[in-house]
T-cell receptor, first 118, second 111 residues
């Protein structure tokens, strides 16, 4: 049981390049989400999904695309990277309400992808 | 978007002291969560609160869900060196929604 796995851990992109940040979970969690963390800003929600085929926008969705073709995977795509997207990106997952103990109600986070756009 | 005001921004305390931090919001949440983050890692869930007025403990940690559903506090008793880190509050409106985070409280323990 690996939990939430994010790859790569570090990435440097040039402005205008595209890339996909990978997120996979092996806990059969239906709910998944992506956050970015900037210094002094806390974590901000980019996109989230409540199940395969269902996604929705969070607080800061511009410049990012997501899709959810399987329960396990929730990739985040940067279509044309900009320096403003330099950040640490976290993926998180949780089971739907009503399952498991209280700690299962909170999102489990991956260890992050540190992205620098130059 | 919604914002959570978390205070204090940082705390410098002595080992063994009790710690208190809080979070307020301009709008209601139906779930309050407290996370801890250490360098290079993702946030780890400490306590989850689901009912207004609820008081929940997890070891030396105690958190409360404010009666107005617009605030929460976290207390840590008898701090130890491994308590060092950044503590985040997070609110969730509905079960399927993502989280809204505060900006964090950086806890530093002086020897």
């Amino acid at each position: 049981n690996a939990g939430v796995t994010q790859t790569p851990k570090f990435q440097v992109l040039k402005t205008g390049q595209s890339m996909t940040l990978q997120c996979a979970q092996d806990m059969n969690h239906e709910y998944m989400s992506w956050y970015r963390q900037d210094p002094g800003m806390g974590l901000r929600l980019i996109h989230y999904s409540v199940g395969a085929g269902i996604t929705d926008q969070g607080e800061v969705p511009n410049g990012y695309n997501v899709s959810r073709s399987t329960t396990e995977d929730f990739p985040l795509r940067l279509l044309s990277a900009a320096p403003s997207q330099t950040s640490v990106y976290f993926c998180a997952s949780r089971p739907p309400p009503g399952t498991g103990g209280f700690l299962n109600y909170g999102y489990t986070f991956g260890s992050g992808t540190r992205l620098t756009v130059v | 978007g919604q914002q959570l005001n978390q205070s204090p921004q940082s705390m410098f305390i002595q080992e063994g002291e009790d710690v208190s931090m809080n979070c307020t919001s301009s709008s209601i949440f139906n779930t309050w969560l407290w996370y801890k983050q250490e360098p290079g890692e993702g946030p780890v869930l400490l306590i989850a609160l689901y009912k207004a007025g609820e008081l929940t403990s997890n070891g030396r940690l105690t958190a409360q869900f404010g009666i107005t559903r617009k605030d929460s506090f976290l207390n840590i008793s008898a701090s130890i060196p491994s308590d060092v880190g950044i503590y985040f509050c997070a609110g969730q409106l509905g079960g399927a929604d993502g989280l809204t985070f505060g900006k964090g409280t950086h806890l530093i323990i002086q020897p």
